[in-house]
């Protein structure tokens, strides 16, 4: 048997003929940046979401950086974010000028450890980007109270979170604003690259939606500083399509990770699991395991694909080695690099394989 890590295709094939008339459309209609795709996009995803506004962008980075830049962020400021997270959210941190400073992540859900961030807070941080990795919320009460006790900002990093709920509230409803990528393997993805930011504030938004077309006020007369970041319209097309069932496809993902739990209860690996206060819209179905690399390599050669999410924590990126930390900064993310791994999990993955890469992972244990 034969259990790719991710099949796009399988996700295409029974929406082929919807999402292919909307990319028609748009082709016929002859109007491909900031026309009516976008705008509808738009209202339709902010009704999902619940909040008042959404840009769209050209990426889920850029989306951290329109609204890092929305909500004030100068070169200097320092934006905290954790040491377990995928690069972009870094990256996108110096794309707005500010500074990252990084805190470890709580061992039980590998997100951000609200504990910590009394340990980096200095008279020049400004934000918070809280990153619901995996689809787990952070928890969020203990993050907002920080926040509002030493006045700063938060921007949830939500490209992993399309669905996630904690506490029954929407993750991308919590912070100041918030930033989702439409990356297409994303839980809401593209066929290409896309991003949005989402806010109720309306002053985040009409800055950042000016910073997203070069600063511009109205045509050619420019307010502030921008870039260019756009969602094209082919993009805002299928997502539109695709954003009638996102909430079925979450609770598809839910209902495979709830049957993994089932499969894997009391064998040699932990899942990484829900804490109380979260709904995970489990865009990865993480394991942990001190034996990770022969695992991977004896699932591959079962024909099972697996990806490590992530395998060098930020700080130990080469990228990034001119931040102030070192091998031991953030003993929590530096274990979980070394131990975990993702499983197959998409909408369209049936039962059976899941069977599979279970019987597979048992009998790489020794049964
Ligand atoms: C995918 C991702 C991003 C960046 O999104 P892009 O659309 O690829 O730019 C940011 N943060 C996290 C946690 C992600 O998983």
Redesign the pocket.
């Known amino acids: 048997m034969d259990v790719p890590f991710l099949d796009l295709r399988a996700q295409h094939l029974p929406h082929a003929s919807e999402i292919e008339a909307a990319i028609q459309r748009v082709l016929y209609r002859g109007w491909y940046l900031m026309g009516e795709e976008l705008s509808g996009f738009e209202t339709e995803f902010a009704a999902w979401t619940g909040v008042e506004h959404v840009l769209g962008c050209a990426?889920?980075?850029?989306?951290?950086t329109l609204a890092l830049r929305g909500l004030g962020v100068s070169p200097g400021d320092e934006v905290v974010t954790v040491a377990n997270?995928?690069v972009?959210?870094v990256a996108?941190i110096r794309n707005a000028g500010g500074t990252p400073v990084l805190v470890d992540v709580d061992a039980k859900t590998l997100t951000m450890d609200p504990a910590a961030l009394a340990g980096a807070l200095t008279p020049k941080t400004y934000a918070i980007v809280p990153?619901h990795?995996y689809g787990h919320p952070c928890d969020m009460d203990s993050i907002l109270e920080f926040a509002r006790v030493h006045e700063l900002h938060v921007v949830e990093?939500c490209?992993?979170a399309h669905g996630a709920r904690y506490r029954g509230r929407r993750c991308g409803t919590m912070g100041h604003a918030a930033?989702f990528?439409?990356?297409p393997s994303?839980n809401l993805g593209a066929y290409g690259?896309?991003?949005a930011v989402v806010t109720d504030n309306e002053n985040i938004a009409s800055r950042a939606r000016k910073i997203r077309v070069y600063g511009e006020s109205e045509r050619y007369y420019h307010d502030l500083e921008g870039i260019n970041s756009r969602m094209d319209e082919i993009q805002a097309a299928i997502l539109r399509v695709k954003l009638t069932w996102l909430d079925e496809s979450v609770d598809e993902r839910r209902a495979i990770a709830k049957k993994y739990d089932e499969l894997l209860s009391e064998s040699a690996v932990t899942p990484v699991g829900e804490a109380e206060w979260g709904e995970s819209a489990y865009?990865l179905y993480v394991i942990r395991t001190e034996r990770r690399e022969k695992l991977q390599a004896f699932l591959r050669e079962r024909g099972v694909g697996t990806l490590i999410h992530y395998p060098v924590p930020i700080h130990l990126q080469e990228a990034y080695r001119f931040l102030p930390y070192e091998q031991g900064s953030f003993p929590v993310a530096e274990a979980a690099a070394k131990e975990v791994l993702s499983l197959p999990l998409y909408p369209g993955l049936t039962e059976d394989a899941q069977e599979y890469v279970v019987a597979s992972i048992r009998e790489f244990f020794g049964g």
């Open positions: 990426s889920g980075t850029d989306a951290i997270t995928c972009p959210t996108a990153v990795l990093d490209a992993q930033a990528s439409f990356y994303k690259d896309a991003g865009h």
